[in-house]
């Protein structure tokens, strides 16, 4: 009997999303749950295991016929040997061997990678990337994040912590960064960064209201958005000049606003970047959206040749 | 008979060297002429061809013995495709197919690349960056520019373009640059902008007689190599944070100055930049001086398996 089947995991800091994906990537069936529901590390990684158990029970899948379990981590990910560094936002999870644990609990084969660089991959196979062979995917919220494509391939840096673009430097002197440093893109651009100086202005409770205020009309939640374009445009104009991609997906869940960001972004990477680097970089939206992660996972296992 | 030598060419505004070299990377002999005794594109290239059958003939060497020409340029590259797209410093290239010319000319297979990636090349197979994985290696000059070194292979970009490290920003509102941007690295560390700065406070024709200065202890230009190695360190910092390469390495004439310039450089990004990318980059200085730019253009054709 073949193997048809894939699971594609995207635990998340809020919510664990688990998807049941045909060997095209196709999703046949997913089931969500809060993450925080499980306070151990022990607790989640048994309510993974149930969970696809139970997932691969109601459509009546045997285990031998799923080619393996991808699941998208976010932390720093040894991918080849399988264990999770850390997670930022779960605490209780140190070096933790997770690919051998729900290989042996499972009896499927696992492998895991972390999460932004999952939606690269998916974005890149399946969404806004495909035909491209050097290029970034953004994620941005309230960090800021990049999966990098180069040569076709997942560049993940010499200890599994490329990509954070939200740590490439701005201005030498400006505001604290949550990683310690001053004036980094995401001490510009983070979610909660663009929140606290839309309310200094407007009276607005989250970021899809600064959107819809933007759609509107709204000049000083354009203004808002513009400079969220801006900022992204100097970071990404000193990305360009050193990595020369063909393409930079952005995505998360700011990128709602991409009308009125990335025009500015654009304007500014035209000003600041070199030729011919400035030409062959195109900026484009993601297109997965929330299935990214799941995808990106399942991709792991599969190349996709569907 | 066996095919033992290689020519290596270091094609550059100034001079040009040729060398020929053995299989194993030796350098066998050297010839150096001044580039712009040549005044147009044809002139320079029949003096390229004269000069290798030269030194082939006064060796004794016959065209049947020659692996390859390999040939580093100032200026973006298709290497693929054997086309010099054009050099900044050098009138009158445009769109140059050097490897067909030379082949056809000499009689000897020929490939070209970019001279800053042939020396990133040649430090990594055979100077600072033996054995590293993930690497850059910076050319500090009147530009500063870096090849790229990712997965033990030479990273080129989407338009061979890759590696303009002295472009990415390190202030919003920083000096104008050459380049038409605003606070780029190059604006705070390219030669002559450290030489006009130092000569506001200090009677200096060049920047070997600041070196001097600092060895004497002069505080002033001590303090200009602190500057230069700060500003340095604020950009790895995103190159860090955003490639997580196991090395940094940096050569070029203001290189000598390193052991007034490196210190700052290791402080600034031990501050700026994320765990655990930070303590895996290693910082060190480029080994092969001179020399590897004959050397980068010979490893275009031998792997140095020696």
């Not at 285990?63 to 399988?82: H, Q, Y």
């Not at 035909?131 to 970034?136: K, R, S």
């Not at 200890?159 to 001490?187: D, I, Q, R, T, Y």
Request: charged content about 20%.
């Amino acid at each position: 009997m073949g193997k048809n089947f894939i699971i594609g995991i995207d635990l998340g800091g809020t919510n664990t999303k688990i998807g049941l994906l045909d060997k095209c990537l196709n999703i046949k069936d997913r089931v969500v749950f809060s993450t925080k529901e499980f306070k151990t590390k022990n607790l989640l990684i048994e309510a993974l295991c149930l969970n696809i158990t139970c997932l691969l029970d109601k459509h009546g899948i045997k285990k031998s016929s799923v080619l393996g379990i991808g699941i998208g981590l976010p932390g720093p990910i040894d991918s080849a040997r399988g264990i999770a560094h850390y997670f930022p936002n779960i605490p209780g999870w140190r070096e933790v061997p997770l690919s051998g644990i729900i290989r042996r609990k499972t009896g499927i084969s696992t492998l895991i990678d972390n999460d932004v660089n999952l939606i690269a991959l998916a974005e890149f196979k399946k969404g806004a990337g495909i035909g491209a062979v050097n290029m970034l995917c953004l994620t941005l919220g309230t960090g800021v994040g990049a999966g990098i494509i180069l040569g076709g391939r997942l560049y993940r840096g010499s200890s599994f912590s490329a990509g954070e673009v939200g740590h490439v430097p701005v201005n030498e002197f400006g505001p604290k960064c949550g990683c310690g440093s001053n004036g980094c893109l995401e001490s510009y651009i983070g979610n909660q960064h663009i929140l606290n100086l839309a309310q200094k202005s407007l009276k607005i409770k989250n970021l899809e209201e600064l959107t819809v205020l933007a759609r509107k009309g709204n000049k000083e939640a354009l203004s808002i958005w513009h400079r969220v374009g801006r900022f992204l445009g100097i970071a990404l104009s000193g990305v360009v000049n050193l990595l020369n991609p063909d393409l930079i997906v952005i995505g998360g869940g700011v990128s709602g606003a991409g009308s009125f960001i990335f025009g500015a972004t654009r304007k500014v990477i035209k000003a600041r970047a070199m030729s011919p680097a400035k030409t062959i970089a195109k900026i484009a939206r993601a297109k997965l959206g929330d299935d990214a992660g799941i995808i990106g996972a399942a991709l792991l296992l599969s190349e996709n040749k569907c």
